[in-house]
T-cell receptor
Framework: NAGVTQTPKFQVLKTGQSMTLQCAQD?????MSWYRQDPGMGLRLIHY???????DQGEVPNGYNVSRSTTEDFPLRLLSAAPSQTSVYFC?????????FGPGTRLTVL | LAKTTQPISMDSYEGQEVNITCSHN???????ITWYQQFPSQGPRFIIQ???TKVTNEVASLFIPADRKSSTLSLPRVSLSDTAVYYC???????????FGTGTRLKVLA
């Protein structure tokens, strides 16, 4: 099992650009989520999904969209990047209790 | 959603037992308590989860009093490699909406 994979590992964007952060898991977990972590801070929940076709907002959803068309994939879309979205983004999947985290995507918005 | 409060940082020496306490006064009936460990530049890693009384696994113990308004993560005989940030989360596994707090930065000294 590859577990939870995220691409890209690093990304630099200009203000106003859009992009999609990819997340995939091969553990057949129903639950998936996206977090952001700013320097020296805890993780903040952006969006989460309890199954294919079902998504919901977390603490900080503004500026981000998600969709869950398959159990395996949960992409995060930045609609119009802003410097405030500079952060490390973590994707996680879960069978219902323990969450398994990916290695993260480090995003810089100039 | 129940918020959690933890000490910002703790120091310990190798070989000592470390106890990290988390307050969660607004914990709901269906909420479980989960602890994660995070090393720099990595995603969090699950340590332990419990609902009440005491839970023990190969790496830690979790003590939860009867009122469930707090919990204590106990790490026996810490080593330098236990230096990390430890997060306490409270949430309902059925909703999958977990909120991370600011965490406790544990530093283990030789």
């Amino acid at each position: 099992n590859a577990g939870v994979t995220q691409t890209p590992k690093f990304q630099v964007l200009k203000t106003g650009q859009s992009m999609t952060l990819q997340c995939a898991q091969d553990m057949n977990h129903e639950y998936m989520s996206w977090y952001r972590q700013d320097p020296g801070m805890g993780l903040r929940l952006i969006h989460y999904s309890v199954g294919a076709g079902i998504t919901d907002q977390g603490e900080v959803p503004n500026g981000y969209n998600v969709s869950r068309s398959t159990t395996e994939d949960f992409p995060l879309r930045l609609l119009s990047a802003a410097p405030s979205q500079t952060s490390v983004y973590f994707c996680a999947s879960s069978p219902g209790d323990e969450q398994f985290f990916g290695p993260g995507t480090r995003l810089t918005v100039l | 959603l129940a918020k959690t409060t933890q000490p910002i940082s703790m120091d310990s020496y190798e070989g000592q037992e470390v106890n990290i306490t988390c307050s969660h006064n607004n914990i709901a009936t269906n909420d479980y308590i989960t602890w994660y460990q995070q090393f720099p530049s990595q995603g969090p890693r699950f340590i332990i989860q419990g609902y009440k009384t005491k839970v023990t696994n190969e790496v830690a113990s979790l003590f939860i009093p009867a009122d469930r308004k707090s919990s204590t993560l106990s790490l026996p005989r810490v080593s330098l490699s236990d230096t990390a940030v430890y997060y306490c989360l409270v949430g309902d596994p059925g909703t999958y909406k977990y909120i991370f707090g600011t965490g406790t930065r544990l530093k283990v000294l030789a």
